[in-house]
């Protein structure tokens, strides 16, 4: 325990009421940031449209990433450490249906502002790719013990990003960003809700 602890970074817990404004006030923040560069750099966007076998792509990369994690969880400590503070932090207060705006708000804006905005701007190119998937995991660090979870976040960014230069919707990564978030967030709440399987 003493080893997990040491791995916390040094933050109040937050109420529900304070975890939602801040997820409001974020996806308002980077949603202000992609119509501003949109404003100052106008450059030609992805669209955003319904395609029922994008949508089901959309699905297929948020099982990928899901199942990734999963991995990652059971076998990489370090991560595991990471993400079980991170999802604590963030998802403890919040109640069930909250997390739909968990999956929502977030899925959305960050995908307008990394890979709607950020991509087409950088180049849609490796560099691109590599630079707004780095940014999306620096985005995703709330300390510089949080490395591990930040790292995945970045791997996440640059699959979220590939899906977006090879199919050319951005309904692929929003679909697939949203789903993760609500499958994770909901998965994590069930676990850390049962009670002990562990007998003293």
């Known amino acids: ?23 409001g006030l974020t996806a308002l923040l980077l949603l202000v940031v992609a119509k501003v560069w949109l404003r100052l750099d106008p450059l030609p966007q992805f669209p955003l449209h319904w395609s029922a076998q994008d949508l089901l792509w959309g699905a297929l990369l948020s099982a990928g990433i ?21 999802l604590n932090f963030i998802i403890k207060p919040l109640l069930w249906p909250d997390l739909i705006w968990l999956g929502l708000l977030p899925g959305l ?11 087409p701007a950088l180049g849609l190119d490796w560099f691109g790719l590599l630079a707004s998937s780095l940014c999306f995991g620096v985005l995703h660090m709330s300390s510089v013990k949080q490395w ?11 699959a979220l990003g590939a899906s977006l230069l ?15 978030n609500i499958i994770a967030s909901t998965t994590w709440k069930w676990r850390s809700q049962r009670p002990s399987q562990v007998s003293s």
């Open 1 to 23: 325990m003493a080893k997990l602890t040491s791995q916390e970074p040094e933050l109040e817990p937050l109420s529900r009421a304070q975890i939602l404004i801040a997820i």
């Open 66 to 86: 899901t199942g990734g994690s999963a991995l990652l969880y059971q076998f990489w400590p370090q991560y595991r450490t990471s993400a079980d503070w991170y």
């Open 109 to 119: 804006s960050e995908e307008l502002l990394f890979r709607g905005v950020m991509l």
């Open 148 to 158: 591990p979870y930040a790292v995945w976040a970045m791997v996440i960014g640059l």
């Open 166 to 180: 090879l199919t050319g919707n951005l309904l692929v990564p929003v679909s697939a960003h949203i789903l993760t």
